[in-house]
């Protein structure tokens, strides 16, 4: 089951979840939301559409924009709205 870790934290943990460019996608309900701080940053992507990011905070420290997730993702994206994906060092454990 794929788990996400950071800083000693499970920040989610899915027996569901989507791959997609080599990124494991994660459904909302699974995230630990405590760990995760709304970011300002927003990224395009051509074929997903645009990203927003939360930054991820455990223990007072503070992972910026390393969580990323697509509130309206495009029709060939659709597999991945409500899910959130991760990396900057959050471990994605299979």
Known sequence: MPKATWNEAVIAQSELFETVEG???FPSASVRVEYLRPSETH???RWKGMASYY???VNGKVNRDAAW????PTAKAQN????IAFWRGV???Q
Do not use: G, L, M, S
């Open 23 to 25: 990124n494991t996608y």
């Open 43 to 45: 990224t395009i992507c």
């Open 55 to 57: 930054d991820v905070v």
């Open 69 to 72: 997730y697509y509130p309206e």
């Open 80 to 83: 991945i709205k409500d899910h």
């Open 91 to 93: 471990a994605i454990e």
